[in-house]
């Protein structure tokens, strides 16, 4: 049986696992952070490697942002602890500071929806898919994607979406297709028209289109 899906503004729900560092309850282990827990298919396989390395050579990134990592995958701790080794060895990495969740029993990844049922390991058992799901210091859902299994994430990408998540939840606009941090930014459609002055007093720009409706309205990054 699988669980209820989870949907953005969702509460997360807290749990308990054993992990790489120890048993964590989710909520403490988060503290007043947001954090991003991402699973993946099995350890010692490539792509994953390649993830988990990357993710730990970006933990400064997530630090500036306030966001804490943890990976998953049905694995033993013995196993992440093992694996640990190959990934910094992979990465060229001195340490590996976040915690690997061990869910042997596949408990969270059947309450998260997160097996693949294309992918099945040597006992014909479904594997994790990549799933990743960024969770806000009030343990709100933020942003949650899959991918399969053959695809490793664009962690780049990742990061681009808590940098728009935290900055429309504090500004009035939304950000546009392949925005950067920096870049121009959309006023929101809420905003009426005579709240812009208060809200952008540096002005704003109104594009042109034939439906002759004023609602691609564009200001710098506020
Ligand atoms: C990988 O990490 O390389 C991988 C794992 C499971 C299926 C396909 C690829």
Redesign the pocket.
Known sequence: MSGKALNIGDQFPNFTADTSVGQIDFYDWMQDSWAILFS???DF?????TELSRVAALVPEFQKRGVKPIALSCDTVASHKGWIEDIKSFGKLSSFDYPIIADDKRELALKFNMLDKD?INAEGIP?TCRAVFVVDEKKKLRLSILYP??TGRNFDEILRVIDSLQLTQTKSVATPADWKQGGKCMVLPTVKAEDIPKLFPDGIETIEVPSGKSYLRITPQP
């Open positions: 993946h298919p099995a396989t490539p792509v994953c490697t992918e594997l299994a053959t």
